[in-house]
């Protein structure tokens, strides 16, 4: 099992191919260097995407596949696909400090000495 955490960037529509659905979606990783990694959520879990939008910063649990399928010409090729099988909110990650809120204004004017 491996996890990839960052920022949603797409959601696709379900897609159906006879008995089997899939649904195709972006992560962009939160990074040193951002990358945008497509994940594919199939059968029952393409409803895990129902409650998130396009800017949610999530952590998705993938399964990592791979195929071989032999061309007409007898040339093998290999695909990978990476199947999201859970999905989970996480607070946004900010770089550096955390912001204290400041009061606004200047108290400082009201202190007795």
Known sequence: MSELTGKIKVIGEVETYGT???K????TTDEQYPQDVQL???QDKTSLLDNYKVGDNVKASINIRGKEWVNP???AKYFNTLAAWRIEKV???IEG???VDQP???DNDSLPF
């Open 20 to 22: 089997f659905t899939k």
């Open 24 to 27: 195709a979606w972006v992560i």
């Open 40 to 42: 594919e959520c199939h």
């Open 73 to 75: 010409e007898g040339v």
């Open 91 to 93: 607070a946004e990650v």
């Open 97 to 99: 400090t955390p912001v």
């Open 104 to 106: 606004s204004g200047d």
